[in-house]
T-cell receptor, first 112, second 106 residues
Framework: NAGVTQTPKFRILKIGQSMTLQCAQD?????MYWYRQDPGMGLKLIYY???????DKGEVPNGYNVSRSTTEDFPLRLELAAPSQTSVYFC???????????FGQGTRLTVV | KNEVEQSPQNLTAQEGEFITINCSYS?????LHWLQQHPGGGIVSLFM???GKKKHGRLIATINIQEKHSSLHITASHPRDSAVYIC????????FGQGTRLTINP
């Protein structure tokens, strides 16, 4: 099925551990985004990419890194996990003005 | 000041009522999205607008580019419409409003 695939769905990390959240889309979308959503709060942009090889910081980039080596994949890397990074993470993609935004199912991350 | 402001933040209504959720933005945009997030957390795109009005079933979305304002309307509301509705605007990046939590009581 076409769409945005985000893995894993759930993860528990210990403080100081690292992990990569995977995001892939098969719709040839050029724009991809990573957001975090804290309980009861809105979505905050971490990083975004307007195409392969191009990434840019959003509102809350500290503690995260991204890469966009292909159009399809946009992984989010957490280095030295901290409790403040406990959140639900969403990956999204869009293209132009012709279609809406597509979201992954979300990753619920807990740092203990 | 947030680039995207939604109102109201919370809305409770009775089944059958006409619902309006508003979104104002302060930046130049190429498109505006209305999204729905259910209690389970998944996010679904309802509409993408760059001008005028769109309708899908009981949902209607309008946008006024000059006034930098959009509205989402729900006619004949139903308890299954209970969700968080989110406005997002896009130039290069998608910027989200805080969301409107809608509860429709039977």
């Amino acid at each position: 099925n076409a769409g945005v695939t985000q893995t894993p769905k759930f993860r528990i990390l210990k403080i100081g551990q690292s992990m990569t959240l995977q995001c892939a889309q098969d719709m040839n979308h050029n724009y991809m985004y990573w957001y975090r959503q804290d309980p009861g709060m809105g979505l905050k942009l971490i990083y975004y990419s307007v195409g392969a090889g191009i990434t840019d910081k959003g509102e809350v980039p500290n503690g995260y890194n991204v890469s966009r080596s292909t159009t399809e994949d946009f992984p989010l890397r957490l280095e030295l996990a901290a409790p403040s990074q406990t959140s639900v993470y969403f990956c999204a993609s869009t293209i132009g003005n012709a279609v809406g935004a597509f979201f992954g199912q979300g990753t619920r991350l807990t740092v203990v | 000041k947030n680039e995207v402001e939604q109102s109201p933040q919370n809305l409770t209504a009775q089944e059958g009522e006409f619902i309006t959720i508003n979104c104002s933005y302060s930046v130049g945009i190429s498109a505006l999205h209305w999204l729905q997030q259910h209690p389970g957390g998944g996010i679904v795109s309802l509409f993408m607008l760059s001008s005028g009005k769109k309708k899908h079933g009981r949902l209607i979305a309008t946008i006024n580019i000059q006034e930098k304002h959009s509205s989402l309307h729900i006619t004949a509301s139903h308890p299954r419409d209970s969700a968080v509705y989110i406005c997002a605007v896009r130039d290069q990046k998608l910027v989200f409003g805080q969301g409107t939590r809608l509860t429709i009581n039977p």
